[in-house]
């Protein structure tokens, strides 16, 4: 069975998540009930965003829930032009990606094969804290889609992916599912302070 990530639309991010893995997230906190819920507000979320410095990936939290870490982050891309050249993309090897578009548009591909891939270094904070070992390659095949504002894309580990085209800027959530638990559970933003 081939990988492929898929797009859905909906209206608001609690029904993005129940739509997306419900049966993966209840089939967990069965296995391993955990004392309460964790909260991730928009001020947390807006305050990491704002950030003037760390990049276009920021993890914003991780969360133990008993039988897999979540990480939640927020990710900013500004106008990106389709030059018409091979475009470069990233693949996670252990972390499942779900976007959700909160503003702006562009065109994202995904998927193809991994050809010559470039490993990302372990001692990154983009492997030890957001997604864990990832690669870099080039497209040599792939599906674009345009997304924008209220949609979700769900991106399996493994499967390549990368922006085409950003028209003004793309911001998006990133839900993570880590069932390996390569990410650092417990894991808060240095911008939410101690």
């Not at 955990?34 to 507000?41: G, K, N």
């Not at 001020?43 to 003037?52: R, S």
């Not at 993890?59 to 032009?81: F, H, K, S």
């Not at 779900?98 to 503003?103: I, K, M, P």
Request: hydrophobic letters at 40%; a negative charge.
């Amino acid at each position: 069975m081939k990988n492929r990530a898929f797009g859905v639309r909906l209206p608001t991010l609690a029904g993005t998540l129940m739509a997306v893995a419900p049966t993966a997230l209840i089939g967990a906190a069965a296995r391993a009930p955990q004392a309460d819920a964790t909260d991730v507000p928009r001020t947390e979320i807006e305050a990491v965003m704002n950030l003037p410095e760390g990049g276009v990936d920021r993890q914003v939290r991780v969360v133990d829930v008993g039988a897999l870490n979540v990480g939640v982050g927020v990710l900013q891309r500004g106008r990106l032009e389709d030059a018409g050249e091979p475009v470069r993309g990233i693949a996670h090897t252990q972390v499942t990606e779900v976007y959700y578009v909160l503003s702006g548009s562009g065109t994202l591909i995904t998927g193809g094969p991994i050809v010559d891939p470039t490993p990302l270094p372990d001692d990154s904070e983009v492997v030890e804290v957001a997604v864990g070992p990832s690669v870099f390659a080039p497209f040599t095949e792939g599906e674009r889609r345009t997304v924008s504002a209220g949609d979700v894309v769900v991106i399996p580990a493994g499967v390549l992916h990368g922006w085409v085209e950003v028209p003004d800027h793309v911001t998006y959530l990133s839900v993570r599912p880590d069932p390996d638990r390569v990410l650092p559970a417990g894991y808060a933003n240095p911008a939410l302070g101690p």
